[in-house]
């Protein structure tokens, strides 16, 4: 399965992710950041070789290729109104490729699970958003 029209939709909306890695000590860490996404996989990086000093770089060159991203938005707080997907992944080490920023380096994210709760921005109500769960196929395991 892959991301619904309105998950792309959704997705393409918004300006920022954040994005956590695992570092070599286990300890977690997120950033908001821009990102690309171009139906497939998700694209995380910038220009510059500093890029590849940033922790999620290096988390993910220290052998943590296990990534989540969480793209959300708060509507409203009365009535309260909130959507949100949150994606699973696994990241590949950086390569050299013209992204969102211009010419540098990214990292490629294939999403493995996600879940989409309220895209269509209802206010919450008796029963709290039920959640969307997708388990994305590898685009490069043969079918």
């Known amino acids: 399965m892959s991301f619904t ?3 792309i939709a959704f997705l393409r909306s918004q300006p920022l992710a954040r994005v956590a890695t695992v570092g070599p000590d286990g300890q977690p860490d997120v950033v908001p950041l821009a990102f690309e996404f171009d139906g497939t996989y998700f694209w995380v990086g910038g220009v510059g070789d500093d890029v590849l000093r940033t922790r999620k770089f290096r ?5 943590n290729p296990k990534i989540s991203l969480v793209f959300d938005e708060l509507l409203s707080l009365d009535p309260f ?3 949100c997907l949150r994606v699973y992944g696994r990241a590949e080490e950086a390569v050299q490729r ?3 920023v211009g010419p540098g380096w ?4 294939t999403p493995t699970i996600s879940w989409s709760w309220n ?3 209802d206010p919450a109500a008796e029963h709290w958003y039920e959640p969307r769960r997708t388990v994305h ?4 395991e043969p079918k």
């Not at 988390?59 to 052998?63: K, S, T, Y």
């Not at 990214?106 to 994210?109: D, T």
């Open 119 to 121: 895209l269509a921005g």
């Open 5 to 7: 029209e309105d998950e």
């Open 137 to 140: 196929a590898d685009p490069e």
């Open 81 to 83: 109104a909130a959507r």
């Open 59 to 63: 988390n993910v060159e220290a052998g």
């Open 98 to 100: 013209v992204g969102l």
């Open 106 to 109: 990214y990292m490629r994210i």
